[in-house]
């Protein structure tokens, strides 16, 4: 992740796997952040105009904080994984972006 602090990574898969896929994948986050902020923007924007009318990110960056990244160790025809963030606009509850390859699909909160 292009941030300077560190975040929690949690691989999903067997303990016997290799993680050489796990540690690409990683790469292709860190390499894409742009495109994965593109993706997300719209659903998180969606869920808080729920609560802030006429909501719009301004600068992601000042706004959102990554958290955490869920990634799977193994290849599979689809790759799920989440990415969950913390938000000056509501700082009692965390964001996680349930994603399909690079497209954004879900959003849970919790707090």
């Known amino acids: 992740m ?3 602090y560190k975040i929690s990574i ?10 050489s896929f796990a540690n690409s994948f990683f790469r292709k986050i860190e390499s894409s952040y742009p495109e994965v902020i593109t993706a997300i923007t719209p659903l998180l924007e969606d869920t808080l105009q729920n609560w802030k009318e006429n909501f719009k990110i301004k600068d992601f960056k000042q706004e959102f904080q990554i958290v955490s990244l869920s990634i799977p160790i193994q290849k599979e025809d689809s790759i799920i994984w989440e990415i ?3 938000t000056i606009h509501d700082p009692n509850h965390q ?8 497209e ?4 849970n909160i919790d707090g």
Do not use: Q, R
């Open 95 to 102: 964001f996680t972006v349930g994603m399909s390859d690079m």
């Open 104 to 107: 954004a699909k879900w959003l």
């Open 2 to 4: 292009p941030v300077k």
């Open 84 to 86: 969950t963030f913390e």
């Open 10 to 19: 949690f691989l999903e898969g067997k303990n016997n796997d290799n993680f």
